[in-house]
């Protein structure tokens, strides 16, 4: 099989970024010394990278290539949803060893130019370079956006409500399970777990959901979950200037989650708030066009569930519960702390 | 001294990408989902990625940190050059280990920006993602350039001239020498090499002399020289569907370059032609238009030498001297090859 030793780098690249299909916006595309692309006259362009090493971002016995190109390609599209961005052109960095198979390299560039260009975007560009260490992929995504309309984190008003969409928490558990039945594989994942293992190994960025929600004018900030909603609540609070009221009941409706959460023997709530990347997004509401929010989840035909509000307690998260109320650590992933 | 690990990544990628200054062209700088830039109505947009791997692209001990961000920032502002793009916005991937000490990569960061702001680009967001292997560093780099005047690889004419900027052959000289030497560190080169180290250690890219050359109308394709000028002519004949002779005695006419192939015992147009970054412009010129050429070199104050033309061999690049004419074999680096 032929690796990419034999197949010369310059090959390799040649291969992995061909142009597959022409398109109107690329005017000149990958093999010269940049690309060369036609933006829409007067949007502003949105752009955002995010890099997966191999051992801590993937691992190969849980993830073929080209599903591993996809969930490259879902981080970063879910980047572009939280701005409420049209996704557009995707630039690949890869670090691989002389002996990967240029086969392999191929489905997963595949993998992620189905995912992209599922949601309107092209692979553009790229470079390979070698590494002797583990491997790692590195994507850029460019969107585009109508001038003063991309959410961002900042933006978000005492009394907006807090909305989260699909089933948070989902693969943060569904890694937790993979690791404590201890197999290796998706294959041999029981059945009632295979769910919460694929909201891990295969997310799907929520574009379409952005997008009309974005047509409502209701949310006032935006950030994707790729943390846990918890570090992702204080992100968005930090960098909105309020504080959080989060209904501790929200934490326990997803059936799947509970069961779980009963055999992981932790609370159902830490699940769903903790860290877990699911690429959903997390707004701030205006109070009076939750309306307009519910309606345009449902013609995405994905849930959105209201799951509290924001309050002017600068940075503090709170979960109530019935009339309790306690103040919750707001911490995410640190993928360089001390393990 | 404090390294990742204790800083805790969100904090080391906050501290590493917060925006030095303003800049009216992003609307949405870093610390968000993504980064909101607004570009001139109307612009085509220009995009390239480089990548640089700890022990492969760069040497600890021959590289500080500000000096590598500062490389890393030429390797993709010469991409830009080589299509007459104006650099605007760039996106830093940093795969790093735990103990990398934050004030490293503070100085890394801090030289990559300033070789940047020097040519008019903005880093405008990042990420960070921890490695236990080699470091690496991804740049993602954005430009514009009037819609139809991106120069490519393609275009070049039989009967169009070549030319070179600078002095080729002097970064892989550089390379050479230092290894030959058997020293470690810039500081303990010979004072009579360090000329031909440092064009390996800080290549300038080329934006200046491609802003005026472009001006000219006179470049009919155009590459950088980041593989070597023998390989990246084979590129460019390639896409063009031209062929090249270049004169021997073009590869004679630096005097530092033919002292070190005298003690590299090599020939020197091997060592201009043969495998070397210089971040250097290799053109294809209308030969109506040479002297504009000419003028605009003078006027950037950058060499441009007239080193020989375009023919209609397909792919055949010829090396003349006085009557003779031998075939050359136009291959540049690969750096996936067995050693």
């Given at each position: 099989m032929p690796r990419l030793r034999d197949a010369g780098e310059l090959e390799a690249l040649?291969?992995?970024?061909?142009?597959?299909?022409?398109?109107?916006?690329?005017?000149?595309?990958?093999?010269?010394?940049?690309?060369?692309?036609?933006?829409?006259?007067?949007?502003?362009?949105v752009a955002t990278t995010d890099a997966?090493?191999?051992?801590?971002?993937?691992?190969?016995?849980?993830?073929?290539?080209?599903g591993l190109g996809g969930r490259l390609a879902a981080a970063n599209l879910s980047d572009l949803a939280a701005m409420a961005a049209e996704p557009r052109w995707a630039l690949l960095s890869i670090g691989a060893r002389a002996d990967h198979e240029v086969?392999?390299?191929?489905?997963?560039?595949?993998?992620?130019?189905?995912?992209?260009?599922?949601?309107?975007?092209?692979?553009v560009g790229g470079n390979i370079a070698a590494t002797e260490g583990p491997e790692w992929l590195s994507l850029t995504l460019l969107g585009e956006v109508a001038p003063g309309r991309a959410w961002a984190r900042r933006g978000a008003r005492p009394g907006d409500l807090i909305a989260a969409s699909g089933a948070p928490g989902r693969?943060?558990?569904?890694?937790?399970?993979?690791?404590?039945?201890?197999?290796?594989?998706?294959?041999?994942?029981?059945?009632?777990?295979?769910?919460?293992?694929?909201?891990?190994?295969?997310?799907?960025?929520?574009?379409a959901l952005a997008r009309m929600l974005a047509a409502t004018g209701a949310v006032t900030a935006a950030i994707?979950?790729?943390?846990?909603?918890?570090?992702?609540?204080?992100?968005?609070?930090?960098?909105?200037?309020?504080?959080a009221e989060i209904r501790g009941e929200a934490g326990?409706?997803?059936?799947?989650?509970?069961?779980?959460?009963?055999?992981?023997d932790v609370d159902p709530f830490d699940l769903w708030a903790g860290p877990s990347d699911d690429?959903?997004?997390?707004l701030a509401v205006d109070p009076s066009r939750?309306?307009?929010?519910?309606?345009?989840?449902?013609?995405?035909?994905?849930?959105?569930?209201?799951?509290?509000?924001?309050?002017?307690?600068?940075?503090?998260?709170?979960?109530?519960?019935?009339?309790?109320?306690?103040?919750l650590d707001p911490t995410g992933f640190d993928h360089f702390a001390r393990g």
């Open positions: 040649r291969r992995l970024i061909a142009a597959r299909a022409a398109d109107p916006t690329v005017v000149v595309g990958p093999g010269d010394d940049a690309a060369v692309l036609r933006p829409e006259p007067g949007m502003d362009l997966f090493v191999e051992g801590r971002h993937y691992l190969p016995e849980w993830l073929a290539p080209a086969e392999a390299l191929e489905a997963l560039e595949h993998g992620l130019e189905q995912a992209l260009r599922s949601e309107g975007a092209v692979v693969a943060g558990a569904g890694l937790r399970l993979a690791r404590s039945l201890g197999v290796k594989g998706r294959e041999r994942v029981p059945a009632e777990w295979q769910a919460l293992v694929d909201a891990w190994l295969a997310p799907r960025a929520r574009v994707d979950l790729s943390d846990g909603l918890l570090g992702d609540l204080g992100q968005l609070c930090r960098a909105s200037a309020v504080g326990g409706s997803d059936p799947l989650l509970a069961r779980a959460a009963k055999t992981l690429y959903e997004l997390l939750r309306a307009a929010c519910e309606l345009a989840a449902e013609a995405a035909g994905v849930a959105l569930a209201f799951i509290g509000g924001c309050t002017d307690a600068s940075g503090a998260i709170e979960r109530l519960d019935g009339g309790s109320r306690r103040t």
